[in-house]
DNA sequence: GCCGTTTTCGGCCCGACTGTTTTCAGTCG
């Protein structure tokens, strides 16, 4: 089981040391290099897969951005544990570069400097010549500088600078946000970003607007109780610490602009710097204020404008990754992603049976509210004792209440269910009786989940074998910033699925998010179903089903491939 | 250091804001 760690701790290394190079290459002017280095850093941090696995496939050339000389020196990593490259520049510049780039305000230069100058190689060092009013001393910086990275660290050290799941502040943006609205000096304000993309994490809040008053309106937004402080302050650029502990940029851009800047500040980064490629191709310049050709503007009104004038069909924010939906635009054949408003159940939720916090009732009654046509009721089973899993004999309980209540023909029809373990040799916590009698049931692994990639993946395809289950719960098993996803070979795991007519969860609890979009895009490829489940442990958490929608939309999920999606239901469970 | 439907060489997205400069480099998104 040790090698395995190991093995998956190699991606995140070796993106920690792409980072350092990139970092350490801008020093040294090496600007291009830099930039091919981030590329990869990137873009090994979001791959799925291990990279030992390709580098035993031979195929490390497959990761974008990698070329001969990044190919080498992963190779090189992974034969001898170091690279020459990386030792020698790490050698010259013992810095923690990890750190102090999370700092607001100091990009590579400037550590470079404070480094040659005060000799600062981490965040404490940092800290004392701040302290001590070095900094300012240093040229270049001043006491604005110095004061400006007081702040920061601050910031830094309050909120850990990690990213959010967007799930627990997606309630405090849209207040916030209407706020905004509700002076009255805006005419147009949309939320972009992240947010608009419905990232299962935000690391701050953008918001684009145009306004017939622009210095009024900027006055207005800079005394809004909410903002802690100014960051920057220009004629169309805003940017702020709210209280609430996320960085918020406002853009103030002409109305004639709204959809260039609309879609400018949407992004993806990536996604942008594709669009642009194509622009320059057909030689036209994309900006956040248009679309040009020479001076003549080609578009710039409507998002929907600068897509069709690129050769593009209208791209939905959730897919603007880079991740393939520029090619599919290009030929016409981006999915018809399925739709939030078509998703009205829930195969995933608790009550006070267990560890929930709501009761049967009151989950029953805010799902009529919801104007749900089913949720599934899917306790823990026995063995989970720390959720206080039921036993046989308190589910048929359970279902009989159930039965009850659909007796009385209510617009929605609750679903016997169960939230199962899958014991560690891949057996059911239940009887086969009692789990033919349910209409859901969801396999799920808890205890025991750090097994070897082996292990798990035969405990799940074991489980999938026994022709008892409806889908699988929440399968990486990942927590947002706490836990590590399971070793599972997911190509089997999923074939596995479809083989047996087994579901695969999208679980959109905020720290879940779970299945992550690329593993949902893959599982697509092998034709599973897919049901959608908030996990919610109360009445207030069942909105968190819009979460685990957006991450379908983002893995390209149409009507057909969701479970929950009126239709797909209605054929499975004959209502 | 990467990459190719004009290219195996010569490009590599683009603009706003700040502080410290005395016209711009560094950082950010």
Same mark, same amino acid.
């Given at each position: 089981?040790?090698?395995?760690?190991?093995?998956?701790?190699?991606?995140?290394?070796?993106?920690?040391?792409?980072?350092?190079?990139?970092?350490?290459?801008?020093?040294?002017?090496?600007?291009?290099?830099?930039?091919?280095?981030?590329?990869?850093?990137?873009?090994?941090?979001?791959?799925?897969?291990?990279?030992?696995?390709?580098?035993?496939?031979?195929?490390?050339?497959?990761?974008?951005?990698?070329?001969?000389?990044?190919?080498?020196?992963?190779?090189?990593?992974?034969?001898?544990?170091?690279?020459?490259?990386?030792?020698?520049?790490?050698?010259?510049?013992?810095?923690?570069?990890?750190?102090?780039?999370?700092?607001?305000?100091?990009?590579?230069?400037?550590?470079?400097?404070?480094?040659?100058?005060?000799?600062?190689?981490?965040?404490?060092?940092?800290?004392?010549?701040?302290?001590?009013?070095?900094?300012?001393?240093?040229?270049?910086?001043?006491?604005?500088?110095?004061?400006?990275?007081?702040?920061?660290?601050?910031?830094?050290?309050?909120?850990?600078?990690?990213?959010?799941?967007?799930?627990?502040?997606?309630?405090?943006?849209?207040?916030?946000?209407?706020?905004?609205?509700?002076?009255?000096?805006?005419?147009?304000?949309?939320?972009?970003?992240?947010?608009?993309?419905?990232?299962?994490?935000?690391?701050?809040?953008?918001?684009?607007?145009?306004?017939? @008053?622009?210095?009024?309106?900027?006055?207005?937004?800079? &005394? =809004?109780?909410?903002?802690?402080? !100014? $960051? +920057? #302050?220009?004629?169309?650029?805003?940017?702020?610490?709210?209280?609430?502990?996320?960085?918020?940029?406002?853009?103030?851009?002409?109305?004639?602009?709204?959809?260039?800047?609309?879609?400018?500040?949407?992004?993806?980064?990536?996604?942008?710097?594709?669009?642009?490629?194509?622009? @320059?191709?057909?030689?036209?310049?994309?900006?956040?204020? &248009? =679309?040009?050709?020479?001076?003549? !503007? $080609? +578009? #710039?009104?409507?998002?929907?404008?600068?897509?069709?004038?690129?050769?593009?069909?209208?791209?939905?924010?959730?897919?603007?990754?880079?991740?393939?939906?520029?090619?599919?635009?290009?030929?016409?054949?981006?999915?018809?992603?399925?739709?939030?408003?078509?998703?009205?159940?829930?195969?995933?939720?608790?009550?006070?049976?267990?560890?929930?916090?709501?009761?049967?009732?009151?989950? !029953?009654? +805010?799902?009529?509210?919801?104007?749900?046509?089913?949720?599934?009721?899917?306790?823990?089973?026995?063995?989970?004792?720390?959720?206080?899993?039921?036993?046989?004999?308190?589910?048929?309980?359970?279902?009989?209440?159930?039965?009850?209540?659909?007796?009385?023909?209510?617009?929605?029809?609750?679903?016997?269910?169960?939230?199962?373990?899958?014991?560690?040799?891949?057996?059911?916590?239940?009887?086969?009786?009692?789990?033919?009698?349910?209409?859901?049931?969801?396999?799920?692994?808890?205890?025991?989940?750090?097994?070897?990639?082996?292990?798990?993946?035969?405990?799940?395809?074991?489980?999938?074998?026994?022709?008892?289950?409806?889908?699988?719960?929440?399968?990486?098993?990942?927590?947002?910033?706490?836990?590590?996803?399971?070793?599972?070979?997911?190509?089997?795991?999923?074939?596995?699925?479809?083989?047996?007519?087994?579901?695969?969860?999208?679980?959109?609890?905020?720290?879940?998010?779970?299945?992550?979009?690329?593993?949902?895009?893959?599982?697509?490829?092998?034709?599973?179903?897919?049901?959608?489940?908030?996990?919610?442990?109360?009445?207030?958490?069942?909105?968190?089903?819009?979460?685990?929608?957006?991450?379908?939309?983002?893995?390209?999920?149409?009507?057909?491939?969701?479970?929950?999606?009126?239709?797909?239901?209605?054929?499975?469970?004959?209502?």
């Amino acid at each position: 089981m040790w090698f395995l760690t190991i093995i998956f701790m190699i991606n995140s290394e070796l993106s920690s040391i792409f980072e350092d190079l990139a970092d350490m290459e801008d020093i040294e002017e090496n600007h291009w290099e830099s930039i091919a280095y981030r590329k990869v850093a990137k873009s090994i941090s979001m791959l799925t897969g291990d990279v030992l696995d390709l580098y035993h496939e031979k195929k490390l050339r497959n990761i974008e951005g990698v070329g001969s000389a990044i190919e080498k020196k992963i190779i090189e990593y992974i034969e001898t544990g170091k690279i020459s490259k990386y030792e020698i520049l790490k050698e010259k510049y013992n810095i923690d570069f990890q750190s102090l780039r999370k700092i607001q305000g100091l990009g590579p230069k400037r550590i470079a400097l404070l480094h040659l100058t005060l000799g600062i190689k981490n965040l404490d060092d940092l800290g004392a010549a701040i302290d001590s009013d070095r900094i300012s001393k240093v040229p270049g910086f001043g006491t604005k500088s110095q004061e400006a990275l007081k702040k920061a660290i601050e910031f830094y050290k309050s909120t850990g600078a990690g990213r959010i799941p967007l799930a627990t502040c997606y309630d405090d943006i849209q207040k916030f946000f209407d706020k905004i609205n509700s002076g009255g000096k805006f005419t147009e304000l949309q939320i972009a970003g992240s947010a608009r993309r419905m990232k299962d994490t935000v690391g701050d809040i953008d918001i684009l607007s145009s306004s017939t @008053i622009p210095e009024e309106a900027a006055k207005y937004f800079l &005394g =809004l109780e909410e903002i802690k402080h !100014v $960051i +920057a #302050s220009g004629d169309t650029k805003i940017s702020v610490i709210l209280s609430l502990g996320l960085n918020c940029d406002l853009r103030i851009i002409d109305h004639k602009s709204f959809g260039a800047g609309l879609q400018y500040f949407t992004g993806s980064k990536e996604h942008n710097i594709r669009l642009r490629d194509i622009a @320059i191709s057909k030689g036209m310049k994309l900006n956040e204020y &248009g =679309l040009f050709k020479g001076e003549k !503007v $080609i +578009a #710039s009104e409507t998002e929907h404008g600068i897509y069709k004038e690129l050769g593009l069909q209208w791209v939905p924010p959730e897919l603007r990754e880079n991740m393939g939906e520029v090619e599919a635009a290009l030929e016409n054949s981006l999915p018809e992603l399925v739709d939030y408003d078509l998703i009205r159940g829930d195969f995933h939720t608790h009550t006070d049976a267990t560890d929930g916090h709501s009761t049967f009732r009151q989950m !029953v009654d +805010a799902a009529i509210k919801l104007d749900y046509k089913f949720i599934a009721i899917t306790e823990h089973s026995k063995s989970l004792k720390i959720a206080h899993g039921l036993d046989e004999k308190k589910f048929m309980a359970r279902n009989r209440e159930i039965e009850k209540f659909n007796e009385k023909k209510s617009s929605l029809r609750v679903l016997k269910g169960v939230e199962l373990e899958i014991l560690k040799d891949g057996s059911l916590d239940l009887s086969k009786g009692l789990l033919q009698e349910m209409d859901v049931v969801i396999g799920a692994i808890h205890q025991s989940v750090n097994d070897d990639i082996r292990n798990n993946t035969t405990r799940f395809v074991r489980a999938i074998e026994s022709g008892l289950l409806t889908t699988i719960a929440h399968p990486t098993g990942r927590l947002l910033g706490t836990r590590e996803p399971y070793h599972i070979d997911f190509d089997t795991v999923f074939q596995a699925c479809k083989d047996n007519n087994v579901a695969v969860e999208i679980n959109g609890f905020p720290t879940r998010s779970d299945l992550p979009y690329d593993l949902v895009k893959k599982a697509k490829s092998y034709k599973v179903n897919f049901t959608l489940g908030s996990d919610a442990h109360g009445t207030e958490q069942l909105k968190y089903l819009r979460f685990a929608t957006a991450i379908a939309r983002r893995g390209w999920l149409e009507s057909k491939d969701v479970l929950n999606a009126d239709l797909q239901f209605s054929k499975k469970f004959g209502k």
